[in-house]
C-alpha cells in the first residue's frame, strides 16, 4: 500500500543544491521533507574548496545569472563568517585576463582587476570573492532548514515513485546519484582531489591552470586549514585518495607558495562533482490523480563544479 501523502515537498538530495531548494521552498512557506541516503556532512558539496566563480557548469548564460543571484546572497552571509561560513576574501586568478570577462564582471565584482607581478607572477586576474567554509556552510543551511519547519529523513531512494505517492511535489537533488535513479548516462563523475594542511599564514587565495598540462592548482585558505587543490578526473570513481595525486598538488602548489611544501598535512578528500553537458533543472507532470506518477516531479543537478 502507498504511503499516505504528508507534506507539500519531498526533496531527495542533502548536498548543498537538495538543501538550498529544500531552504528556499520552506522558507516560502511550503512543508518540506528531505530524504538523503547520508548526511551533508558526509557529501561531496562538504568536499568543495570552495570559491564562488561560475566554474565547469552549463549552460553558461543560465549558469552565470545563477552564479550572480548566489553572489549577492553570499554577500550578505559574510558580515557573520562564523555562524554561516562564508567570507569575502581577496586572491588572484591566475593566466586570466580582465579584457576575457564579460560586462558582468566589472560591473559586479567591485575592485576587479589586473593582479600586480607582486601578487602573480604570470598573467592574472585580482579579485574579492565569496570563500566558502563548505562544513560550516553546510551545517548552517540544515539548521535554517529545521528552523523554518523542514524535516530532514536519512532514507535510501531507489525509485523516484516512493517519493512521489508521498508527496504533491518531488525534487530530485540526488546529483551524481541521478545517473542510476532516474537512468541518465549524462551525469558523470569529474573526481577531484584536495590536500589539507596547516596553514603557515597564507591568507589570500590563488587559482592557476598550466597552460601545458592543463591541469588547475589552487590554494584556499580556511579559518583552520590550508585547501590545496587538485584535479578534475573526468570518469574516475574512485573515493581513494592517490598518494601519488596528493603529493603532486603539494608540489605544484608550493612553487607559488614555497612555504606549502613544509606545511603539516592533515588529511586528504575526494569528491566526486556530478559533471553533465547541461544542469538538468526540468519539470515533469502535473497536479491531480493518485498514485506514484501524480503531482510535480522537478529534477535538479548535474551542477558539476558550480
Same mark, same amino acid.
Given at each position: 500500500?502507498?504511503?499516505?501523502?504528508?507534506?507539500?515537498?519531498?526533496?531527495?538530495?542533502?548536498?548543498?543544491?537538495?538543501?538550498?531548494?529544500?531552504?528556499?521552498?520552506?522558507?516560502?512557506?511550503?512543508?518540506?521533507?528531505?530524504?538523503?541516503?547520508?548526511?551533508?556532512?558526509?557529501?561531496?558539496?562538504?568536499?568543495?574548496?570552495?570559491?564562488?566563480?561560475?566554474?565547469?557548469?552549463?549552460?553558461?548564460?543560465?549558469?552565470?545569472?545563477?552564479?550572480?543571484?548566489?553572489?549577492?546572497?553570499?554577500?550578505?552571509?559574510?558580515?557573520?563568517?562564523?555562524?554561516?561560513?562564508?567570507?569575502?576574501?581577496?586572491?588572484?586568478?591566475?593566466?586570466?585576463?580582465?579584457?576575457?570577462?564579460?560586462?558582468?564582471?566589472?560591473?559586479?565584482?567591485?575592485?576587479? #582587476? *589586473?593582479?600586480?607581478?607582486?601578487?602573480?607572477?604570470? %598573467? &592574472? +586576474?585580482? /579579485? =574579492?570573492?565569496?570563500?566558502? $567554509?563548505?562544513? !560550516?556552510?553546510?551545517?548552517?543551511?540544515?539548521?535554517?532548514?529545521?528552523?523554518?519547519?523542514?524535516?530532514?529523513?536519512?532514507?535510501?531512494?531507489?525509485?523516484?515513485?516512493?517519493? #512521489? *505517492?508521498?508527496?504533491?511535489?518531488?525534487?530530485?537533488? %540526488? &546529483? +551524481?546519484? /541521478? =545517473?542510476?535513479?532516474?537512468? $541518465?548516462?549524462? !551525469?558523470?563523475?569529474?573526481?577531484?582531489?584536495?590536500?589539507?594542511?596547516?596553514?603557515?599564514?597564507?591568507?589570500?587565495?590563488?587559482?592557476?591552470?598550466?597552460?601545458?598540462?592543463?591541469?588547475?592548482?589552487?590554494?584556499?585558505?580556511?579559518?583552520?586549514?590550508?585547501?590545496?587543490?587538485?584535479?578534475?578526473?573526468?570518469?574516475?570513481?574512485?573515493?581513494?585518495?592517490?598518494?601519488?595525486?596528493?603529493?603532486?598538488?603539494?608540489?605544484?602548489?608550493?612553487?607559488?607558495?614555497?612555504?606549502?611544501?613544509?606545511?603539516?598535512?592533515?588529511?586528504?578528500?575526494?569528491?566526486?562533482?556530478?559533471?553533465?553537458?547541461?544542469?538538468?533543472?526540468?519539470?515533469?507532470?502535473?497536479?491531480?490523480?493518485?498514485?506514484?506518477?501524480?503531482?510535480?516531479?522537478?529534477?535538479?543537478?548535474?551542477?558539476?563544479?558550480?
Amino acid at each position: 500500500m502507498a504511503e499516505e501523502r504528508s507534506g507539500d515537498v519531498i526533496v531527495v538530495g542533502s548536498g548543498v543544491i537538495g538543501l538550498t531548494t529544500a531552504l528556499t521552498l520552506a522558507e516560502s512557506g511550503r512543508r518540506v521533507r528531505i530524504w538523503t541516503r547520508e548526511p551533508a556532512g558526509l557529501t561531496t558539496s562538504a568536499v568543495a574548496g570552495a570559491l564562488w566563480w561560475p566554474y565547469a557548469v552549463r549552460p553558461e548564460e543560465l549558469a552565470r545569472e545563477w552564479a550572480l543571484r548566489s553572489l549577492t546572497v553570499y554577500e550578505e552571509l559574510a558580515a557573520r563568517p562564523e555562524e554561516t561560513g562564508v567570507r569575502m576574501v581577496e586572491g588572484v586568478m591566475g593566466e586570466t585576463r580582465l579584457d576575457e570577462q564579460g560586462a558582468w564582471a566589472a560591473a559586479r565584482l567591485p575592485g576587479l #582587476r *589586473a593582479s600586480t607581478a607582486e601578487e602573480y607572477a604570470g %598573467t &592574472g +586576474l585580482w /579579485a =574579492r570573492l565569496p570563500l566558502i $567554509d563548505m562544513p !560550516v556552510y553546510l551545517g548552517w543551511l540544515r539548521e535554517r532548514f529545521l528552523a523554518a519547519g523542514g524535516t530532514v529523513e536519512t532514507r535510501t531512494v531507489t525509485d523516484l515513485a516512493e517519493a #512521489r *505517492a508521498a508527496a504533491e511535489v518531488v525534487v530530485n537533488c %540526488t &546529483g +551524481l546519484g /541521478a =545517473r542510476e535513479l532516474v537512468s $541518465d548516462p549524462a !551525469v558523470r563523475p569529474v573526481r577531484g582531489q584536495l590536500v589539507i594542511v596547516e596553514n603557515p599564514g597564507i591568507r589570500t587565495w590563488l587559482v592557476w591552470t598550466d597552460a601545458v598540462s592543463g591541469a588547475t592548482t589552487y590554494v584556499f585558505p580556511q579559518p583552520d586549514r590550508l585547501v590545496l587543490g587538485g584535479t578534475a578526473e573526468d570518469g574516475g570513481w574512485s573515493l581513494t585518495p592517490d598518494p601519488e595525486v596528493a603529493a603532486g598538488i603539494v608540489a605544484r602548489c608550493a612553487v607559488l607558495w614555497p612555504e606549502v611544501a613544509g606545511a603539516r598535512v592533515v588529511g586528504h578528500r575526494v569528491g566526486l562533482r556530478p559533471a553533465r553537458f547541461a544542469v538538468r533543472l526540468e519539470r515533469e507532470g502535473g497536479r491531480g490523480g493518485g498514485g506514484s506518477g501524480s503531482g510535480v516531479l522537478v529534477h535538479n543537478y548535474g551542477h558539476g563544479g558550480g
